[in-house]
């Protein structure tokens, strides 16, 4: 199984792009992961934001593969501990999916079109943070993840 990560808009802050580079190498030791980053809309402040969400879905579903097991992270997603996390992705693998594909969206969410290719939706937390530091939180608990399905001593219980 690979796992994608699709995002829309760079990483800006230098201290989050160190973070998501430490837990994107750290992930890539256990299966192929892939970090794909949409260029984020320009020049639509007099763009409805319904149209902006419609653009940001196109972009989004043309990276995505018809056979791509895709999850939304989502504020209104459910919501799992990190021994949850782990336990779906093992559930994943064991069902044999190809590419597990966590999409990040734009600042006003997903489009209704991405809302309908998703299988499911995660939240990281009922707390909003930006887009930036879901990324860093994110790859944190897919790492994290890996380290639990290996009994590795990175997660105490």
């Known amino acids: 199984m690979k796992i994608k ?30 970090v794909i980053t949409l260029a984020a809309l320009k020049n639509v402040k007099s763009v409805p934001i319904d149209q902006q969400k419609e653009m940001e879905g196109c972009l ?30 093992q559930n994943q693998m064991n069902t044999s999916i190809k590419c597990l594909c966590f999409v990040i969206g734009g600042p006003y969410g997903f489009s209704p079109k991405v809302y309908q290719r998703a299988q499911m939706k995660l939240s990281l937390s009922q707390m909003t943070f930006s887009h930036q530091m879901i990324r860093l939180l994110f790859l944190e608990q897919c790492y994290r993840a890996f380290t639990i399905l290996r009994n590795e001593p990175y997660h105490h219980l």
């Open 60 to 89: 989004l579903l043309d990276k995505l593969e018809a056979t791509d097991y895709v999850v939304l992270l989502d504020e209104k997603g459910r919501e799992m501990t990190s021994v949850d996390l782990a336990g779906f992705i």
């Open 5 to 34: 990560l699709i995002q829309i808009g760079k990483t800006e802050e230098d201290y989050l792009k160190i973070g998501t580079d430490k837990y994107l190498t750290r992930l890539q030791k256990y299966l192929p992961t892939e």
